[in-house]
């Protein structure tokens, strides 16, 4: 399993922005597919966005033109650009990974197979 390590996060206004960051374990990290997840109080985890090894990305619409995933590979590191937030964005926000290569995309949360600890974002209004 791949280790993931999330930073940022926090306390922010409506309208704010924060970038998260998740560094993983491994040697191959260019070849792992990448997502960001979010579960809000009541709800079901679900996509937020994802980047393929390839660099192809897959968003929620409720966070297209304002989310944006990136990814170093030299780094290790995914990225979650996050802007014009809303009260709605509220939620614990996970990073995910999968090693192994499937020939589909996007990919449903089942297919990910590796999960960070979480860390919670609020978005005052």
């Known amino acids: 399993q791949v280790q993931l390590v999330e930073s940022g996060g926090g306390l922010v206004q409506a309208g704010g922005s924060l970038r998260f960051s998740c560094a993983a374990s491994?040697?191959?990290?260019?070849?792992?597919?990448m997502g960001w997840y979010r579960q809000a109080p009541g709800k079901q985890r679900g996509l937020v966005a994802a980047?393929?090894?390839?660099?192809?990305?897959n968003y929620a619409d409720s966070v297209k033109g304002r989310f944006t995933i990136s990814r170093d590979n030299a780094k290790n590191t995914v990225y979650l650009q996050m802007n014009s937030l809303k009260p709605e964005d509220t939620a614990v926000y996970y990073c995910?990974?999968?090693?192994?290569?499937?020939?589909?995309?996007?990919?449903?949360?089942?297919?990910?197979?590796?999960w960070g600890q979480g860390t919670q974002v609020t978005v005052s209004s």
């Open positions: 491994g040697r191959t990290f260019s070849s792992y597919a």
């Open positions: 980047i393929s090894r390839d660099g192809w990305t």
């Open positions: 995910a990974a999968r090693q192994s290569y499937v020939r589909k995309w996007p990919l449903d949360l089942d297919d990910f197979g590796s």
